[in-house]
């Protein structure tokens, strides 16, 4: 498994990469067409991501030069710092749910069962009530009028956004809360205060992302509480004990909400969805992300080497 020690970077001077620059925009761009259409589920969505950028920003500008450092040192910049490995990263997460959901198809032909992965992590955004049980479903506003914009709002802007808040935003600020909390404390509880932080941090950003669902109608029964909670928790697990990147999550996210879609709203239609400014926008990043890799594999490959050795 990759060593976040050596990937993630312990100062939060490093700034954003550009391709997760490109998808916070696409987040962004997205509430902000719910908000301007009076889709009140947007001005909850919009809020939340932006009180977490702006709670980032003020942690970091209060704090100076020590927090950046101090909290780098405990909890490592999850989004690359090479723009290739960011962009594999991101690819590897769109292919991973239709690979898992290829396999446990395959398998529940040959032993009578059927399960969709979309299970684990049913979009926020297109569940019976939105969060904070505010608002209606994507589903049930003007929004399914549009078949692009729905495909924009739900696949890239909520599988960025809410991969962004709960598996980032989240993070940083109870380990930053929790820092400030212990100065003066060597070992909370008998642990190691590094170690202490992290897992209370990804504790409590787990409960958060478990309680979101309880405001999501779609979650009715206890198990699904348990599975949102389980996937949520490996996901940070991997994120900030191994390594694995945030744009990963935030691919397998955005791939999970499409095929979610295709579910529900039938394959036929997420493809005429396709057949707009939508299909132009997915193909021109996918194109911009695989030429880059491409143009620089010969660098690249080595670092990728490396990644996957450590």
Same mark, same amino acid.
């Given at each position: 498994?990759?060593?976040?020690?050596?990937?993630?970077?312990?100062?939060?001077?490093?700034?954003?990469?550009?391709?997760?620059?490109?998808?916070?925009?696409?987040?962004?761009?997205?509430?902000?067409?719910? *908000? =301007?259409?009076? /889709?009140? &589920?947007?001005?909850?969505?919009?809020?939340? #991501?932006?009180?977490? %950028?702006? @709670?980032?920003? +003020?942690?970091?500008?209060?704090?100076?030069?020590?927090?950046?450092?101090?909290?780098?040192?405990?909890?490592?910049?999850?989004?690359?710092?090479?723009?290739?490995?960011?962009?594999?990263?991101?690819?590897?997460?769109?292919?991973?749910?239709? *690979? =898992?959901?290829? /396999?446990? &198809?395959?398998?529940?032909?040959?032993?009578? #069962?059927?399960?969709? %992965?979309? @299970?684990?992590? +049913?979009?926020?955004?297109?569940?019976?009530?939105?969060?904070?049980?505010?608002?209606?479903?994507?589903?049930?506003?003007?929004?399914?009028?549009?078949?692009?914009?729905?495909?924009?709002?739900?696949?890239?802007?909520?599988?960025?956004?809410?991969?962004?808040?709960?598996?980032?935003?989240?993070?940083?600020?109870?380990?930053?809360?929790?820092?400030?909390?212990?100065?003066?404390?060597?070992?909370?509880?008998?642990?190691?205060?590094?170690?202490?932080?992290?897992?209370?941090?990804?504790?409590?950003?787990?409960?958060?992302?478990?309680?979101?669902?309880?405001?999501?109608?779609?979650?009715?029964?206890?198990?699904?509480?348990?599975?949102?909670?389980?996937?949520?928790?490996?996901?940070?697990?991997?994120?900030?004990?191994?390594?694995?990147?945030?744009?990963?999550?935030?691919?397998?996210?955005?791939?999970?909400?499409?095929?979610?879609?295709?579910?529900?709203?039938?394959?036929?239609?997420?493809?005429?969805?396709?057949?707009?400014?939508?299909?132009?926008?997915?193909?021109?990043?996918?194109?911009?992300?695989?030429?880059?890799?491409?143009?620089?594999?010969?660098?690249?490959?080595?670092?990728?080497?490396?990644?996957?050795?450590?």
């Amino acid at each position: 498994m990759p060593s976040v020690t050596k990937f993630h970077s312990r100062n939060y001077d490093v700034p954003f990469n550009v391709l997760l620059i490109v998808l916070l925009l696409f987040t962004v761009i997205g509430n902000l067409w719910l *908000v =301007l259409n009076e /889709i009140y &589920s947007g001005v909850v969505y919009f809020t939340f #991501f932006t009180g977490g %950028i702006i @709670s980032y920003v +003020i942690i970091l500008t209060l704090g100076g030069e020590g927090i950046k450092t101090k909290l780098g040192g405990v909890l490592r910049a999850p989004f690359s710092v090479s723009l290739g490995l960011a962009s594999i990263s991101y690819l590897a997460g769109w292919v991973a749910p239709f *690979v =898992l959901q290829g /396999i446990i &198809s395959s398998i529940g032909k040959i032993m009578n #069962f059927s399960f969709s %992965i979309t @299970s684990l992590s +049913i979009p926020l955004f297109t569940g019976a009530g939105s969060l904070f049980g505010i608002g209606q479903s994507f589903a049930q506003v003007e929004i399914a009028e549009s078949i692009p914009w729905k495909l924009f709002t739900i696949v890239f802007s909520a599988g960025t956004g809410e991969e962004f808040i709960f598996s980032f935003v989240t993070m940083f600020i109870f380990s930053a809360v929790l820092l400030l909390a212990l100065r003066g404390v060597d070992k909370p509880l008998g642990l190691e205060k590094d170690n202490f932080i992290i897992g209370t941090a990804i504790l409590l950003s787990t409960i958060l992302f478990v309680g979101a669902h309880s405001l999501n109608g779609t979650y009715t029964l206890w198990y699904m509480f348990l599975i949102a909670g389980i996937f949520k928790l490996v996901s940070l697990v991997g994120i900030y004990y191994y390594g694995l990147f945030l744009t990963f999550f935030m691919g397998y996210h955005s791939a999970n909400n499409q095929l979610y879609l295709i579910e529900t709203d039938g394959f036929i239609s997420v493809l005429n969805g396709f057949i707009s400014w939508y299909g132009v926008l997915f193909v021109l990043l996918f194109l911009a992300i695989i030429g880059y890799i491409a143009f620089t594999w010969g660098s690249l490959r080595g670092e990728l080497q490396r990644y996957i050795k450590s």
